[in-house]
């Protein structure tokens, strides 16, 4: 049995695409150090950990897009996921595994969820550590609310957020839930601040909580960025006619629509109003200071720093789109296609 797992929960819109595709583009190297970043549960993001832990009758996205749709479909996932985790631990010489998947804090709420995660953990390993980092509550739903759009959504950003959405960033109340399970000496709260990162930069930050050493690992690219706010609301009038899922598949007619929208970005960030941000802030605030006194020592007061994506004159959100830009937008993705189908078929040089 391995000495030690890491368990990575995230939180979701916390770099964690990054984190996971800097471990699985350099396991040789982790596992040169007695480090194991499995493939079995995902090649890069761990998703079937979420599938396997939720509750039998649940039907969410990750479970779909994993063509998991009935009960005895979760029952063969979990089977699947226990035997091929260990023949691949059984063939490797590491002292500690890391798992990493972000929908674990955002997706997992009953207590059969959470004993599910920790049985197999336990499986694995003779202890496990939870490692999570909290953002800002503003900037949370800001980069929340650009996901919910690439990922097919139609709906305008707005506050007061729903009960679902407020539990996944009441944080003292999210981590209770791990530390009654893992116990508090085992979770590692870690702020989603530049300013906390060892070397201000969040993957040696996250090697440094784990105590690997990133010397000679290879770098990744920038991931995931962010649409600007005209791109933003042009995708979301968009998939209200070419939506990304449809009869429980993703839909083929989308294509690269969001590569070329972030190509073609030249506007400003999506900005969330200062009277807006300012009422997310006072929602979360008892809730932000039991968590700077219970993981921090209360020496954050308030927790985080002020936060990015906030207008000080817009008093309504700045994802608007006039028809000027509407049809920039619209020209771009019709060239990008068009040269794509061009090179394809030989007809596009360089130079043209």
């Known amino acids: 049995m391995i000495e030690q797992c890491w368990l990575h929960i995230g939180l979701e819109h916390t770099g964690t695409t990054s984190i996971q595709s ?46 998991i749709d009935r009960p ?12 091929n985790l260990k023949q691949e ?12 998947n972000e929908h674990l804090s955002s ?16 499986s694995v390993a003779r202890e496990t550590k939870v490692i999570v980092y909290l953002r800002n509550q503003v900037d949370y739903l800001a980069s929340r ?40 000496e085992n979770v590692i709260v870690r702020r989603f601040e530049p300013d906390d990162f060892y070397g201000g930069d969040l993957l040696l930050d996250f090697a440094a909580q784990i105590g690997f050493d990133t010397t000679g690992f290879q770098t990744i690219p920038r991931l995931n960025e962010s649409l ?45 109003p200062k009277a ?11 809730s932000n200071e039991k968590v700077s006194a219970d993981f921090f020592g209360s020496r954050f007061d308030p927790l985080f720093g002020p936060a990015r994506s906030v207008s000080p004159a817009n008093t309504v959100p700045n994802d608007t789109i006039d028809s000027v830009d509407a ?13 794509k189908l061009g090179k394809r078929r030989g007809e596009f040089t360089e130079a043209e």
């Open 145 to 184: 609310y650009n996901i919910m759009v690439k990922s097919g959504g139609t709906n305008e950003f707005s506050f007061p957020v729903t009960p679902g959405v407020a539990r996944l960033i009441e944080y003292s109340g999210l981590l209770a839930k791990w530390c009654d399970k893992f116990g508090r």
């Open 22 to 67: 800097f471990l699985a583009k350099n396991r040789a190297n982790l596992l040169a150090q007695g480090y194991f970043y499995p493939k079995s549960p995902g090649e890069t993001n761990h998703t079937d950990l979420a599938s396997f832990c939720l509750d039998n009758a649940k039907t969410n996205d990750i479970r779909i897009l994993r063509g």
């Open 89 to 100: 631990i059984s063939g490797s010489s590491a002292s500690t595994i890391i798992f990493s």
């Open 72 to 83: 005895e479909a979760v029952l063969a996932l979990r089977a699947e996921l226990r035997a």
């Open 228 to 272: 600007d706010a005209a791109s933003i609301a042009f995708l979301r009038e968009f998939n209200k006619h070419v939506p990304r899922i449809v009869d429980g598949r993703l839909n083929p007619l989308r294509g690269p629509v969001i590569s070329a929208l972030q190509s073609g970005r030249s506007g400003e960030r999506f900005l969330i």
């Open 107 to 122: 997706r997992l709420n009953t207590p059969a969820e959470f004993q599910r995660i920790k049985r197999l953990c336990g």
């Open 276 to 286: 807006t941000a300012a009422e997310i802030d006072e929602q979360f605030r008892t």
């Open 327 to 339: 049809i920039r937008i619209a020209a771009h993705l019709w060239t990008e296609q068009q040269r």
